[in-house]
C-alpha cells in the first residue's frame, strides 16, 4: 500500500493495527502452490495429517485438529471441557469472554465467571474464592480454567510459568480442566525460552493460531488428547466447518512454522522500540504488542494514519500497536519516529 503523505513524499503506510494483517510471503505462496492434497473432511489430505501431527507433537499432546479460526479452536476445545451449564473461569478481557460474540453461551451453554488483572495473569487466590464444586441443584459448577498466553488485551502480557504451574497443580487437586487460549503462544515460547511442551503440559486441552504472528494467512488447530480430538472433528463438522482440499493453507502453516517462528524476536524487539518512542515502559511489553495511554485516543489514531502510520483504538485513552511480519526494522524506526511526535 501507498500514500502521499502530508509532507508530499511517496510513502509506505505503516500497518500496526494487528498480527492478523500480514500477507503470505511468496516463499509461502509457492509451498501453498505445491502442496499435496486430498479431502480432509474424508481424512485423506496428507498436507493437513502433516500439520496436525507436527502441531500436537510441538505441545506434548496426542492429537490435533486444524480448523479455520481461533474462536472456532476455542469453543470446540472450551466445549470439550464444560458441558452445557457448567463454567469456565477466566480473567475478565479473556478472548473467550469478550470477543467471541458469547459463542461458548450460544453453541455451547457454557457459562463463565471472570476474574480482573490489568496485565491479564493468573490470580490464583481469586480463582480458589470463585471455585464452585459440584453441589447438585443449586450452584453452577466450575468444571474448567481458561488462560490466555499471551493475552492480547492485556497488552501481549505473557503469562509466568510459575503461575501456570501453580495454577495446574490447584486445577488438578479440585479436579477441573485447563484450556489454554494460545493464539499468541508462539509469541510467549519466544520471548521467555519455555519449550512448547511445556505450556502443553500444563492445559488439557489448547487452541493455537497459525494466522496471527506466524503470518500463514488462515488457520487454527485445536489440541489434545485423542478422545477429545475426535470429538471435536465431529462438532467441528457439526458446526460447518468440515474443511476439503485444506492441504493447501495447512502447507502455509507448516512453512510458518519452519521460518516465520524464530523471527518473532524481531517483532518483540520492534515493539519495545515503539513503546520507547512513546514513552512506555519498554520493560513492560513483554511481546509484540504495545498499549499507549494517550487522552484522546481516536485523535491520537486519525494524526497516526494521516502521517501514514495505522494504529487501533482500544478504549476512549488506549491506542494499541500491533508488530509482525510485516514491519520490517525500517518500518519500525519510521513509525518510532512518527509516533514520537503524537
Ligand atoms: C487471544 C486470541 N484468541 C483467539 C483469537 C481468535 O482468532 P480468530 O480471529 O482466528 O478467530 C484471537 C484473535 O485475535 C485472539 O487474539
Not at 254 to 275: M, P, T, V
Amino acid at each position: 500500500m501507498a500514500r502521499r503523505s502530508a509532507r508530499g513524499s511517496q510513502d509506505h503506510v505503516i500497518d500496526l493495527r494487528s498480527d492478523t494483517l500480514t500477507k503470505p510471503t511468496d516463499e509461502m505462496r509457492a509451498v501453498m502452490a505445491r502442496a499435496e492434497v486430498g479431502d480432509d473432511v474424508y481424512g485423506e489430505d496428507p498436507t493437513v495429517a502433516l500439520l496436525e501431527e507436527r502441531v500436537a507433537g510441538m505441545f506434548g499432546h496426542e492429537a490435533a485438529l486444524f480448523m479455520p479460526t481461533g474462536s472456532m479452536a476455542n469453543v470446540l476445545a472450551v466445549r470439550s471441557l464444560v458441558a452445557p451449564g457448567q463454567e469456565v473461569l477466566c480473567e475478565a478481557s479473556a478472548h473467550i469472554a469478550r470477543a467471541e460474540l458469547g459463542a461458548h453461551g450460544a453453541y455451547s451453554g457454557v457459562t463463565m465467571r471472570t476474574w480482573i488483572h490489568p496485565r491479564g495473569q493468573v490470580d490464583l487466590p481469586t480463582v480458589r474464592t470463585l471455585f464452585a464444586p459440584d453441589m447438585g441443584p443449586f450452584f453452577v459448577r466450575t468444571t474448567a480454567i481458561s488462560v490466555e498466553n499471551t493475552h492480547n488485551f492485556a497488552g501481549g502480557a505473557v503469562l509466568p510459568i510459575q503461575d501456570l504451574r501453580d495454577l495446574r497443580e490447584y486445577a488438578t487437586g479440585v479436579g477441573v480442566a485447563v484450556h489454554m487460549d494460545g493464539a499468541r503462544i508462539w509469541n510467549a515460547h519466544v520471548a521467555t525460552g519455555v519449550p512448547l511442551a511445556e505450556y502443553g503440559a500444563i492445559a488439557d486441552v489448547l487452541a493455537v493460531c497459525l494466522s496471527k504472528g506466524l503470518g500463514a494467512p488462515v488457520g487454527s488447530l485445536m489440541v489434545g488428547s485423542a478422545d477429545a480430538i475426535a470429538e471435536a472433528r465431529v462438532w467441528r463438522k457439526r458446526m460447518g466447518g468440515g474443511m476439503r482440499q485444506v492441504g493447501i493453507l495447512a502447507a502455509a502453516g507448516l512453512h510458518a512454522l519452519d521460518h516465520h517462528l524464530e523471527r518473532l524476536a524481531d517483532d518483540h524487539a520492534h515493539a519495545r522500540l515503539l513503546a520507547e518512542a512513546c514513552g512506555v515502559d519498554p520493560v513492560a511489553v513483554d511481546t509484540n504488542i504495545v498499549v499507549v495511554q494517550h487522552a484522546d485516543a481516536l485523535g491520537f489514531v486519525a494524526a497516526a494514519r494521516e502521517a501514514g502510520v495505522l494504529v487501533s483504538a482500544v478504549g476512549p485513552t488506549a491506542v494499541r500497536l500491533v508488530t509482525h511480519l510485516g514491519v520490517s526494522r525500517v518500518d519500525a524506526e519510521r513509525a518510532a519516529s512518527v509516533l514520537a511526535t503524537l
